[in-house]
């Protein structure tokens, strides 16, 4: 079975639709990392098509900041003017949806999903020394994570406590990247971002897992960016939120 591997989408229908029509035929369930909304245009499209999809779903701090779940005193500026907005456009029942997500970690089809840290579901996974409690603690061999939108991971090795960072990405002119999975390692993995990388690279991130194959691909699928800020700044959304998006920070 192929897992379609979704993350922080944030509310960019634009570039969740690219991603879909990408990778048709190629995946058999979905997963969601969380982070649905938040930050972009379309809340309740992006909501509704996950729903459609099936995609089991765990929820990021900014669907429990739309959904009163989370206080935003710790949110910036910004993101906090985007959660107020959120919330005022999203339709009764997918914010009732998105206020019932569960919260990480969550096994399902074999991996183990993940919006922040094992540990902690708010707390960002950078560093090698933060990736090594989870996993080791994680309770699968292959665990996906999200929240700090930026693509790859990290791998270990128990028999010689060797910690590997995953630098995998998709070069410009390719689509994908693949991952070949080792049965004696763990592993740490982020799909990416789909509405707002902040790894360099503008393009929608995600990952396919084929499990039964040993081979996780990291694709990035380009979308028509400019289209997205014309509705964003339409909504009066924050321009920094605006203009990261061409750039992918
Ligand atoms: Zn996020």
Same mark, same amino acid.
């Given at each position: 079975?192929?897992? +379609?591997?979704?993350?922080?989408?944030?509310?960019?229908?634009?570039? %969740?639709?690219? =991603?879909?029509?990408?990778?048709?035929?190629?995946?058999?369930?979905?997963?969601? $990392?969380?982070?649905?909304?938040?930050?972009?245009?379309?809340?309740?499209?992006?909501?509704?098509?996950i729903r459609e999809l099936g995609a089991k779903t765990i929820r990021g701090n900014h669907d429990?900041? =739309?959904?009163? $779940?989370?206080?935003?005193?710790?949110?910036?500026?910004? =993101?906090?003017?985007?959660?107020?907005?959120?919330?005022?456009?999203?339709?009764?029942?997918?914010?009732?949806?998105?206020? /019932?997500?569960?919260?990480?970690?969550?096994?399902?089809?074999?991996?183990?999903?993940?919006?922040? =840290?094992?540990?902690? /579901?708010?707390?960002?996974?950078?560093?090698?020394?933060?990736?090594?409690?989870?996993?080791?603690?994680?309770?699968? #061999?292959?665990?996906?994570?999200?929240?700090?939108?930026?693509?790859?991971?990290?791998?270990?090795?128990?028999?010689?406590?060797? %910690?590997?960072?995953?630098?995998?990405?998709?070069?410009?002119?390719?689509?994908?990247?693949? $991952?070949?999975?080792?049965?004696?390692?763990?592993? $740490? +993995?982020?799909?990416?971002?789909?509405?707002?990388?902040?790894?360099?690279d503008p393009r929608a991130g995600f990952a396919i897992a084929d499990l039964e194959h040993e081979?996780?691909e990291f694709w990035r699928v380009p979308y028509d960016i400019s289209e997205v800020q014309a509705?964003?700044?339409? #909504?009066?959304?924050?321009?920094?939120?605006?203009?990261? +998006?061409?750039?992918?920070?």
């Amino acid at each position: 079975m192929r897992i +379609l591997v979704l993350s922080d989408i944030h509310a960019n229908f634009t570039a %969740l639709t690219a =991603a879909l029509d990408a990778v048709k035929d190629r995946w058999e369930h979905a997963v969601c $990392l969380g982070d649905v909304v938040g930050y972009g245009p379309d809340p309740n499209e992006v909501t509704s098509k996950i729903r459609e999809l099936g995609a089991k779903t765990i929820r990021g701090n900014h669907d429990k900041a =739309a959904t009163d $779940l989370m206080a935003t005193h710790d949110f910036n500026p910004v =993101a906090k003017a985007a959660v107020d907005w959120t919330r005022s456009r999203l339709s009764p029942d997918n914010l009732k949806w998105l206020s /019932e997500l569960p919260s990480g970690p969550l096994e399902t089809d074999g991996v183990v999903l993940v919006h922040g =840290a094992f540990q902690d /579901e708010d707390e960002y996974v950078f560093t090698p020394a933060q990736a090594l409690e989870g996993l080791l603690d994680s309770t699968g #061999a292959i665990t996906f994570f999200g929240h700090t939108h930026h693509q790859g991971g990290f791998s270990y090795e128990n028999f010689n406590s060797h %910690l590997e960072v995953l630098n995998i990405h998709p070069r410009p002119s390719e689509s994908f990247a693949p $991952l070949r999975i080792e049965t004696k390692r763990r592993y $740490l +993995l982020n799909p990416g971002s789909i509405g707002q990388p902040r790894d360099g690279d503008p393009r929608a991130g995600f990952a396919i897992a084929d499990l039964e194959h040993e081979i996780v691909e990291f694709w990035r699928v380009p979308y028509d960016i400019s289209e997205v800020q014309a509705r964003m700044r339409a #909504a009066r959304l924050p321009e920094p939120l605006v203009q990261r +998006l061409v750039v992918g920070r």
